[in-house]
């Protein structure tokens, strides 16, 4: 069973501040990681893909990937009220169609 | 206006009935995905499908049905099968052969057994 772990947080961070959200996965033939971000009652929305150890910036956000670990993470610098939201991290097996999903951290910036 | 669109919104079933959920994609993708979300679980993935008149049981197929009829629509039956159906349904889409295996998803929906 492939598995791909979050803390359900919330993680509660101030306005400016920067967030990290973390996860790690089971599978080591995994190639492919996004984190979604997800808004309640909405569908979730990709804010990063990363395929490929090191850092990967988009903006204020920050995908790093460390595969001997096993971890992958996401940070978000200069954090806004707006960015309050569930991040889902998400898994693929290389050459695979399945994704496996954490089951998110809850993300709350306070103004 | 390209995009995943599901219909409809909010679905309310009573015990015993089927019901069919509409997913219909304009992005001329080859893959398309259904998953279920609960409360403090993460997405679980139901059906998929790489090619037209070809689909795969996920996870947790079992009280669903699908059909690939055309690449722009992949509809999810939830049948009386199902014993615990209350939850937010979501489908996704996935361009093949490309460097990106990305998923989008559509706005989702919700479906309440009453």
Avoid at chain 1, 39 to 58: A, R, T, V
């Amino acid at each position: 069973q492939k598995e791909v772990e979050q803390n359900s947080g919330p993680l509660s961070v101030p306005e400016g501040a920067i967030a990290s959200l973390n996860c790690t996965y089971s599978d080591r033939g995994s190639q492919s990681f996004f984190w979604y971000r997800q808004y309640s009652g909405k569908s979730p929305e990709l804010i990063m893909s990363i395929y490929s150890n090191g850092d990967k910036e988009d903006g204020r956000f920050t995908a790093q990937l460390n595969k001997a670990s096993q971890y992958v993470s996401l940070l978000i610098r200069d954090s806004q009220p707006s960015d309050s939201a569930t991040y889902l991290c998400a898994v693929r097996e290389g050459g695979y169609q399945k994704v496996t999903f954490g089951i998110g951290t809850k993300l709350q910036v306070i103004p | 206006d390209g995009g995943i669109t599901q219909s409809p919104k909010y679905l309310f079933r009573k015990e015993g009935q089927n019901v069919t959920l509409s997913c219909e994609q304009n992005l001329n993708h080859d893959a398309m995905y259904w998953y279920r979300q609960d409360p403090g679980q993460g997405l679980r993935l139901i059906y998929y499908s790489q090619i037209v008149n070809d689909f795969q049981k996920g996870d947790i197929a079992e009280g669903y049905s699908v059909s690939r009829e055309k690449k722009e629509s992949f509809p999810l039956t939830v049948t009386s099968a199902q014993k615990n159906p209350t939850a937010f349904y979501l489908c996704a889409s996935r361009p093949q052969g490309t460097s990106t295996d990305t998923q989008y998803f559509g706005p989702g929906t919700r479906l309440t057994v009453l």
